[in-house]
């Protein structure tokens, strides 16, 4: 008789996170090789396409950042000052990131003149 079988796992939110991260910065990175058009491969459209996809994966982390915020504030309206004091300040320095990194580029000289760079801010 027929018997089927469903399979299911689970899996971490924060590993369903990064593989959609993951994901979303590879699709960008090929469709930036792809683009070569047949004249080679450059290295701008490389630093263009690993820029877009830095740019997606800053854009989430501040918006988690805050709602860390966000749910750091509820948690001392809760009474757990302790919890939502960590989460305010997690929260901020997940949301400021971007901003962190761009000075440790412009303190390293890892301007525009150089092969690695952040983009404009």
Excluded: E
Excluded at 21 to 30: D, K, N, P, R
Excluded at 40 to 46: A, I
Excluded at 75 to 104: C, E, M, N, Q
């Amino acid at each position: 008789m027929g018997r089927s079988i469903a399979v299911a796992f689970h899996l971490n939110p924060r590993l369903r996170m990064s593989l959609l991260l993951s994901a979303i910065f590879i699709l960008t990175t090929l469709d930036a090789l792809a683009q070569g058009g047949g004249g080679g491969f450059s290295s701008t459209d490389l630093k263009t396409g690993i820029s877009n996809s830095l740019a997606v994966i800053m854009l989430f982390g501040f918006v988690l950042g805050i709602a860390a915020v966000i749910a750091g504030g509820f948690a001392i309206r809760r009474g757990d000052v302790d919890t939502g004091k960590l989460s305010i300040i997690g929260g901020a320095v997940i949301a400021a990131a971007p901003a962190i990194a761009y000075a440790f580029f412009k303190i390293f000289g890892l301007d525009n003149s150089s092969t690695v760079g952040v983009g404009n801010f």
